[in-house]
């Protein structure tokens, strides 16, 4: 009896405390954060910048999400989203989704399992949705079929067992379309479940999103709408946080201390983010299909230069994954430094890379001339001058042809190029995601011409295993062998702090992928 009577007051204040915590939190009010610049478009599975995720994802839901309350990503962190619960089957090939009911888009008209099968036949190839490309197919290389159960059942089902692919549903770009609204209409005015609905968006100017009222997520979103202002000036989106005409601000490592000079009330986090900068060398072109061309390019490269011009001393050092501690799979600090351009005596490097030049026909009185393209933002500008100063010291002249970020993707994916420099995030912290986008031979984010058979076993080979200590290991060689191979060498990976001034609430950032934080549900002003 005793124990009883103490349960019960114990229970109260918990529910006191949920009451008070819920009473603290104050709807309304218009968050304001610049976009970086214009989007190509509104459709997040068309596109693959940060520039369409940051104003979008708060329009839609993904069938499961990461816990938006917790800064890293982790399988084990997932949570319900327009899904109530998720299984396997016995063999681990069909994976179902039992889905909510009464969800609306915002036109109004219902969502059901059929508009997840529409989603990912779109995705996966099976449908013409009136997509102009998909980029994340290749994710999907394992689904050989979407079954329909019942209006609030839908089952996946794979070729073989892949333990990673629940995950996949929870990054940024795994949103849910509705299957009656075509292709053009969602690259202008997309309709989605999510708690925010495209009021108006002007390219060039300005991406308003205003509260949806019929959300499904009682009490959510506490915001009454998003107004985002395109500004492609890094100096001027400094000068709008600094001056007050923004909440958030994602300034570059560089601009942190002025910021804080200048805004002694901001709020800011420095993190390891999953961006990272890369050079892409178009490896079917003469004379970067030769291999000491590649390696002696990657020799030349001072990193850590890099990370103290660029990235203020605060970028890290990478292989194609995220790094530990924020990364789960990557290479560390002491298994890089044996990969060749990792080493710290960087003029025994330039020398090797001399020599491997002259082996293929370059020297003082004959060099390697190229023309380095890079998109014209100003963190891709200030690599991109470095990066030809060290190819400089071993007899390449290059010159830099910055791209608009309009066609800068497609010139990419279609590789128009020879060299070229660019910064890449990736969608959640798991070894398929990267292997399969970026390195499967018939991917369309495969920017270089890179097609190894044999890496594609292993890629099969790490997906399919269930030990997960054992599948790091191969892992690690998997992308040890990448860097020895030189197929796309990681500059730096960023470091990027997230400021906010105090009356923002609720808003955490996301460490190891880009987009979990975006949806913006829970944040909320306290003024």
Same mark, same amino acid.
């Given at each position: 009896?005793?124990?009883?009577?103490?349960?019960?007051?114990?229970?109260?204040?918990?529910?006191?405390?949920?009451?008070?915590?819920?009473?603290?939190?104050?709807?309304?009010? +218009?968050?304001?954060?610049?976009?970086?610049?214009?989007?190509?478009?509104?459709?997040?599975?068309?596109?693959?910048?940060?520039?369409?995720?940051?104003?979008?994802?708060?329009? %839609?839901?993904?069938?499961?999400?990461?816990?938006?309350?917790?800064?890293?990503?982790?399988?084990?962190?997932?949570?319900?989203?327009?899904?109530?619960?998720?299984?396997?089957?016995?063999?681990?090939?069909?994976?179902?989704?039992?889905?909510?009911?009464?969800?609306?888009?915002?036109?109004?008209? !219902?969502?059901?399992?059929?508009?997840?099968?529409?989603?990912?036949?779109?995705?996966?190839?099976?449908?013409?949705?009136?997509?102009?490309?998909?980029?994340?197919?290749?994710?999907?290389?394992?689904?050989?079929?979407?079954?329909?159960?019942?209006?609030?059942? +839908?089952?996946?089902?794979?070729?073989?067992?892949?333990?990673?692919?629940?995950?996949?549903?929870?990054?940024?770009?795994?949103? +849910?379309?509705?299957?009656?609204?075509?292709?053009?209409?969602?690259?202008?005015?997309?309709?989605?479940?999510?708690?925010?609905?495209?009021?108006?968006?002007?390219?060039?100017?300005?991406?308003?999103?205003?509260?949806?009222?019929?959300? %499904?997520?009682?009490?959510?979103? /506490?915001?009454?709408?998003?107004?985002?202002?395109?500004?492609?000036? !890094?100096?001027?989106?400094?000068?709008?946080?600094?001056?007050?005409?923004?909440?958030? /601000?994602? !300034?570059?490592?560089?601009?942190?201390?002025?910021?804080?000079?200048?805004?002694?009330?901001?709020?800011?986090?420095?993190?390891?983010? /999953?961006?990272?900068?890369?050079?892409?060398? #178009?490896?079917?072109?003469?004379?970067?299909?030769?291999?000491?061309?590649?390696?002696?390019?990657?020799?030349?490269?001072?990193?850590?230069?890099?990370?103290?011009?660029?990235?203020?001393?605060?970028?890290?050092?990478?292989? @194609?994954?995220?790094?530990?501690?924020?990364?789960?799979?990557?290479?560390?600090?002491? @298994?890089?430094?044996?990969?060749?351009?990792?080493?710290?005596?960087?003029?025994?490097?330039?020398?090797?890379?001399?020599?491997?030049?002259?082996?293929?026909?370059?020297?003082?009185?004959?060099?390697? #001339?190229?023309?380095?393209?890079?998109?014209?933002?100003?963190?891709?500008?200030?690599?991109?001058?470095?990066?030809?100063?060290?190819?400089?010291?071993?007899?390449?002249?290059?010159?830099?042809?910055?791209?608009?970020?309009?066609?800068?993707? #497609?010139?990419?994916?279609?590789?128009?190029?020879? +060299?070229?420099?660019?910064?890449?995030?990736?969608?959640?912290?798991?070894?398929?995601?990267?292997?399969?986008?970026?390195?499967?031979?018939?991917?369309?984010?495969?920017?270089?011409?890179?097609?190894?058979?044999?890496?594609?076993?292993?890629?099969?080979?790490?997906?399919?295993?269930?030990?997960?200590?054992?599948?790091?290991?191969?892992?690690? @060689?998997?992308?040890?062998?990448?860097?020895?191979?030189?197929?796309?060498?990681?500059?730096?990976?960023?470091?990027?702090?997230?400021?906010?001034?105090?009356?923002?609430?609720?808003?955490?950032?996301?460490?190891?992928?880009? /987009?979990?934080?975006?949806?913006?549900?829970?944040?909320?002003?306290?003024?």
């Amino acid at each position: 009896m005793q124990q009883r009577s103490l349960i019960k007051p114990v229970v109260m204040a918990f529910i006191l405390l949920l009451s008070m915590q819920a009473l603290a939190q104050k709807a309304g009010g +218009v968050l304001r954060r610049a976009n970086d610049e214009n989007p190509p478009s509104a459709s997040l599975h068309e596109e693959g910048s940060n520039i369409v995720t940051t104003p979008f994802v708060p329009v %839609f839901n993904n069938l499961v999400t990461f816990d938006s309350t917790k800064s890293i990503s982790k399988p084990d962190a997932l949570v319900p989203d327009l899904a109530t619960s998720w299984s396997w089957s016995a063999d681990n090939k069909t994976l179902t989704f039992k889905l909510r009911r009464g969800v609306k888009w915002h036109d109004g008209k !219902p969502f059901s399992a059929a508009d997840v099968k529409c989603t990912w036949d779109t995705v996966s190839g099976k449908r013409d949705g009136g997509w102009r490309k998909s980029p994340r197919k290749a994710w999907y290389a394992n689904l050989q079929e979407i079954v329909v159960d019942a209006d609030d059942q +839908v089952s996946f089902k794979l070729g073989r067992p892949q333990p990673s692919f629940l995950g996949f549903f929870a990054a940024g770009w795994s949103v +849910v379309y509705p299957c009656h609204i075509d292709g053009r209409q969602m690259r202008q005015k997309p309709i989605g479940t999510g708690p925010f609905m495209v009021s108006s968006f002007e390219p060039g100017k300005m991406i308003r999103l205003v509260k949806n009222p019929n959300y %499904f997520k009682p009490g959510r979103p /506490y915001l009454d709408g998003i107004d985002m202002p395109i500004i492609s000036s !890094p100096s001027t989106r400094n000068l709008a946080f600094v001056a007050g005409d923004t909440d958030i /601000y994602t !300034p570059s490592a560089t601009l942190l201390a002025e910021v804080k000079a200048k805004r002694a009330d901001a709020i800011c986090e420095v993190g390891l983010s /999953y961006a990272y900068t890369q050079l892409i060398i #178009n490896r079917t072109v003469a004379p970067f299909n030769d291999v000491r061309v590649r390696r002696a390019m990657a020799l030349a490269v001072d990193r850590e230069a890099v990370i103290k011009v660029k990235g203020a001393g605060l970028d890290r050092l990478g292989g @194609e994954l995220m790094p530990p501690p924020e990364g789960a799979w990557g290479l560390d600090k002491a @298994e890089l430094a044996a990969i060749p351009g990792y080493g710290a005596d960087i003029e025994k490097r330039r020398e090797e890379a001399r020599k491997l030049m002259r082996e293929a026909g370059y020297g003082p009185d004959k060099p390697l #001339n190229l023309v380095l393209s890079t998109r014209d933002v100003a963190r891709y500008r200030d690599t991109s001058v470095l990066i030809l100063d060290h190819l400089a010291k071993i007899y390449v002249k290059g010159e830099m042809k910055t791209i608009d970020t309009a066609i800068w993707t #497609n010139m990419v994916a279609k590789r128009n190029y020879t +060299v070229a420099v660019r910064s890449r995030g990736q969608a959640i912290d798991d070894p398929d995601v990267s292997f399969y986008e970026s390195f499967s031979c018939t991917s369309l984010s495969n920017v270089d011409g890179y097609c190894n058979k044999d890496m594609e076993a292993l890629f099969e080979k790490q997906s399919a295993m269930v030990d997960q200590n054992e599948r790091k290991k191969l892992v690690k @060689e998997i992308d040890r062998q990448m860097q020895m191979d030189v197929v796309r060498p990681t500059i730096t990976f960023a470091a990027l702090p997230y400021c906010r001034r105090p009356y923002v609430k609720g808003y955490v950032p996301s460490l190891n992928n880009q /987009y979990s934080n975006l949806r913006m549900e829970d944040v909320w002003l306290d003024k």
